[in-house]
Every structure is written in structure tokens, then in C-alpha cells.
């Protein structure tokens, strides 16, 4: 409201300023009309209640096929359910500065499809790092030399703690599938139990 405010004052200091005497021809008293208008969009969504907690069980993991740093167990799927998701707030082309702003967060997603009417999400898993791998989750329990490992349908893995890639969402509803994997950071490892907990921070573009 003050930003309008103060647009207002400057435009009618500048007509007072430039006033001169009307021509004959123009009726003083004469009326204008402006007409103004504007969408208002938001760009967020909602994370289903359904998907914002939950347990992923990597299941029973052989240590001896862990015989060097870097050797992964089968992945594990887990979902994110966006819901509520509206038009994006770039779907009108923005200014070039903007655009490069996205394109870096996107991280080969196509731009135009900002533009479109999707908005964006990105997301930071944030969580204690592995001593060995700061990209892994650190694990507590028995097991000794291993990470939990994050990546996304395309095979592209996560750095803990970090902003990833953005993800384009469509308005409406719409699930992202993540995977989690347990990945040995030493030839040799230490069985038994584990468990980890990650945090899920998002960003909406």
C-alpha cells in the first residue's frame, strides 16, 4: 500500500508541474477513466499429509557384496504428493536476469516450461552427513562403512544439505518418485542394524 501510495504522489507532482494553460479546445473538467487490472497468482503447492512422513525399508543387505567404497544396494522407491498446485508465477515470459536465476536452479529442465503455467520445487535433504561421503546420509546403529544413498527417476543422486535440481509440477496434483539405497564408503564394512532420518526441506519456484 505505501509503494502506491508514493507512485501516485510522484505522478501528481509531475502533472502539477508541467501544468500549462489549457487550449480553447479542451473542456475543462473533462473526466478520464482508467481501467486496471491483473491476475494473482501463487506458485506453491501442498505435500500430502500422506507422503510428508514416512518409512523406507531398505531391507536385508548382504555386507560381503560390499567388498569397496562406492558399491550400492537395490534401490528403494518413496513418493512425494504435491496437491493444490496452482498456476506458476512465471507463466509470463520474465525478465531476462529471472530466467538465468531459473535456468541454474533447473539444471536442464527446459525454461519454457515455466512458462507454460507449471511451477517448481526444489528440494534440499537436510540431515547429518556421512564422515567419508558428505553426499550420504550418516547412518547410527551396528553397521560400520555405509551411507544412505538418494537419487531421482532419472538416476541423478542427491547431495545432503544441498539445493538439488528444480522439478517442474504441473497445476493440479502430481506425484515425484525418489529412490534410497545404502552405499559402503570402505572395502570393508561392519554388519548389523542401521537407521537414518532425513529431513525434506522445499523450495517453490
Known amino acids: 500500500m505505501r509503494k502506491l501510495c508514493c507512485l501516485i504522489s510522484a505522478l501528481l507532482s509531475v502533472g502539477f508541474a508541467t501544468a500549462a494553460p489549457l487550449p480553447n479546445e479542451v473542456i475543462s473538467g ?40 562406492g558399491i550400492r544396494s537395490e534401490k528403494v522407491p518413496f513418493q512425494l504428493h504435491f496437491t493444490g498446485c496452482l498456476i506458476g508465477a512465471y507463466n509470463q515470459e520474465p525478465p531476462k536476469q529471472r530466467l538465468q536465476v531459473l535456468e541454474t536452479l533447473a539444471q536442464g529442465v527446459n ?44 538416476g541423478r543422486s542427491f547431495n545432503m544439505n544441498e539445493p538439488n535440481r528444480a522439478y517442474v509440477l504441473a497445476p493440479g496434483a502430481q506425484t515425484l518418485v525418489f529412490f534410497a539405497d545404502l552405499e559402503s564408503t570402505q572395502a570393508a564394512v561392519r554388519a ?5 532420518v532425513v529431513n525434506v526441506r522445499l523450495s517453490y519456484l
Do not use: W, Y
Open 30 to 69: 473533462t473526466m478520464g477513466e482508467i481501467r486496471i487490472q491483473g491476475v494473482l497468482l501463487g506458485s506453491t503447492c501442498q505435500l500430502s499429509m500422506n507422503t510428508a512422513t514416512q518409512s523406507v525399508d531398505l531391507g536385508v543387505i548382504s555386507a560381503k557384496s560390499m567388498t569397496k567404497a
Open 192 to 196: 548389523g542394524a542401521f537407521s537414518a
Open 111 to 154: 525454461t519454457d516450461r515455466f512458462l507454460n503455467g507449471q511451477s517448481a520445487v526444489v528440494m534440499t535433504l537436510v540431515g547429518e552427513p556421512d564422515e567419508r561421503n558428505l553426499k550420504l546420509l550418516k547412518v547410527s546403529g551396528e553397521a560400520v562403512g555405509v551411507g544412505v544413498h538418494f537419487s531421482d527417476e532419472a
